[in-house]
């Protein structure tokens, strides 16, 4: 899980780099899963040496039956096999409420705890299941946000609060470092007479092994 977290959040910075023209540094998650399986699929590249497999077909089985579906990734990386599944939810307001992104993630480990072994490649030493939930954090720097703590204070309380939720295995936090200002780390982005900010990107995961 370490080296695909490195390779997610450096192909990250990559593409952001990438992207930048005159100063401006194209936000990498404005169109949701369509934009990051970019960055998404260099990294799973990077890791499993191009061994990489988009929504290939697979079956389910929950409490309503079995059913034919798809995962989004499949991966072939150390004599295992990686079954992948990515979605993105954004993460705001002054008191950076968890609600929606619980949800999200939720939908995420269910995916993945609802595949069916049976129908996996007895070949494999092993089949591993991760479920990843990218959350950029998105502020508009314009808005004054009251809250009686600081930025770094409500993360840290959302983060030890997302780490007891039982379809958590681990949270991951990058800052944005792309194109910062003297302030700080945070990246501050002026398009369409708005000024809004992305101090970051928190990653969850959820691992099940086969």
Known sequence: ????????????????????????????????EQQTKTFITMALGNLCAGSVLQEPPIRRSTKEGKSSGRVDYYCQFGGKALLLEFKQRWLGGAQLSLHRLKSTHSSVAEQIRSLDK??????????????????????????????????????????????????????????????????GERLIVSWAKKQEEYPGVLMLWYGQRF
């Open 1 to 32: 899980m370490r080296r695909l977290e490195t390779e997610i959040e450096a192909s990250f910075f990559r593409y952001v780099e990438s992207t930048r023209v005159e100063g401006f540094a194209y936000p990498a998650f404005w169109y949701r």
């Open 118 to 183: 049976k129908y996996m490649v007895k070949e494999w030493d092993a089949y591993f299941g991760l479920g990843i939930t990218l959350a950029p954090i998105y502020l508009n720097a314009l808005v004054n946000h009251k809250t009686d703590k600081t930025l770094d204070e409500r993360l840290e309380v959302a983060i030890e609060t997302l780490r007891k939720d039982r379809n958590v295995s681990a949270v991951s936090y990058f800052k944005n470092k792309v194109n910062a200002k003297k302030s």
